[in-house]
């Protein structure tokens, strides 16, 4: 007989919404030569609601961006640090002192002495280096709309509500909360409070480990592919992952499924990485029969088992540029760093597996006068776009970072 548990929570009134950065991506695609950054005057005539900036950086060339960048980092020295995602555009990642994944910009903001670091990426990168970093540090996001839509598929809200839930079905209480970088800093302080970790797409697989070690059973928060393909690396069968729909009561499983599972996904994606295909890779490989596919986890369980490779962005990276000359990659990820390793690597025929040229269009919010603006700002003494974390928020959000950072 079917188990029925009593949940009174308001998410079982809740009506299906997608969030903004969602709709955004869908209608986000551009073509080659729409890629290099415009004056943002022109790039905001696509209607686009971006951070408002001051009118004199409207019109500024990327030319002049730079002069106003470079003016600014030679009178704030050491005591600024850039950081810079591989997504990020060509025009503002060649003013970032480093360059990297996730968890690598993460370890950097940990270790920095610089008084201010502008992280050039998009806002859970910057508040986990809020949280990593020092108290006397000033963490700075440009453009501060540059959100993850992945990340605003996972509410608070909603993610206590089904926190709450699971703890009431699962009668034993066997189950620990991971969740990805990606993902705001009250979702990584549930872990922290409830004995729970943080993972990125590079350690995924062992932070897995050492979260069975704790509970035979993990809760993982937002994306339902990276965590997917991370239990089918580990040998876990699908029909022992659950998927959690937080539009629909108990989250659509029956008592019955959610005692079975090992790993409970929420159902969570990435709208860029989600858009590459099985017949991407057919079509790669169909013109180049040698080619070498390596997708992102974030990419869907067909996609993954189709490639040769799937990494963290840093991973791709490595394999791109230790690659024998002459080879052929097909990538599947964000545009604009597939053509920055393109550019990089001329000797290798590397190209991205989707013909349609998509950015990720919050990262892409970063444009070099958001840059310029914040960088004038700190020059004239003056903090824009300074990026906090509640203190307890902070503290719980760390317990779950530094666990990661042990593992
Ligand atoms: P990485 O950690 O691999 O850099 O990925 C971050 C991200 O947002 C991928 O979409
Ligand atoms: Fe978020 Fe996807 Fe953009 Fe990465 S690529 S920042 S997961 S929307």
Same mark, same amino acid.
């Given at each position: ?200 797409? !590079? ?11 704790? !509970? ?37 499983? !029956? ?153």
């Amino acid at each position: 007989m079917k188990q029925i548990v009593d949940l009174t929570s308001r998410r079982n009134f809740k009506k299906t919404t997608l969030p903004l950065t969602e709709i955004e991506h869908v209608a986000f695609c551009k073509t080659e030569d729409e890629l290099p950054a415009q004056p943002l005057i022109d790039e905001l005539k696509v209607n686009i609601k971006w951070q408002e900036i001051p009118v004199e950086y409207l019109r500024l060339t990327v030319k002049e961006l730079d002069s106003r960048i470079d003016r600014a980092r030679l009178s704030l020295g050491d005591r600024l640090m850039i950081l810079g995602h591989h997504y990020q555009r060509d025009e503002v990642i060649k003013h970032a002192d480093v360059r990297g994944d996730s968890y690598l910009l993460s370890k950097t903001a940990a270790n920095s002495k610089a008084d201010y670091i502008v992280f050039c990426g998009v806002h859970f990168m910057a508040e986990t280096a809020r949280v990593l970093g020092s108290e006397n540090q000033t963490i700075i996001l440009p453009n501060i709309t540059a959100g993850c839509s992945m990340a605003d598929m996972a509410p608070i809200d909603d993610v206590l509500d089904a926190w709450d839930d699971l703890t009431k079905i699962l009668k034993d209480q066997s189950i620990i909360p991971v969740t990805y970088m990606n993902s705001a800093a009250e979702i990584k302080a549930l872990c922290g409070r409830n004995g729970g970790i943080v993972c990125t797409s !590079s350690n995924a697989q062992n932070v897995f480990k050492w979260a069975f070690t704790k !509970s035979k059973r993990i809760l993982f928060l937002p994306d339902q592919h990276l965590g997917r393909n991370t239990g089918l690396k580990m040998g876990i069968p699908e029909e022992n992952m659950v998927l959690w729909n937080p539009f629909k009561r108990m989250g659509g499983n !029956s008592v019955e499924e959610y005692n079975k599972a090992k790993v409970i996904l929420w159902r969570g994606h990435c709208s860029v990485h989600t858009r590459f295909t099985v017949g991407h890779i057919e079509m790669a490989r169909h013109r180049f029969p040698d080619v070498k596919v390596i997708v992102h986890p974030e990419c869907t369980k067909e996609v993954v088992a189709a490639s040769d490779i799937n990494g963290s962005t840093e991973v791709i990276r490595k394999k791109i540029e230790q690659a024998p000359s002459g080879t052929s990659w097909a990538i599947g990820t964000e545009i604009s760093f597939v053509n920055r390793l393109a550019k990089e690597n001329p000797s290798k025929n590397v190209f991205c597996l989707d013909p349609v040229v998509c950015p990720c269009s919050t990262m892409y919010r970063i444009h070099p006068a958001y840059l310029a603006w914040v960088l004038d700002a700190l020059i004239a003494g003056v903090v824009v776009n300074e990026i906090k974390v509640e203190p307890e928020i902070a503290e719980y959000s760390r317990i779950a970072l530094e666990a990661m950072l042990t593992v």
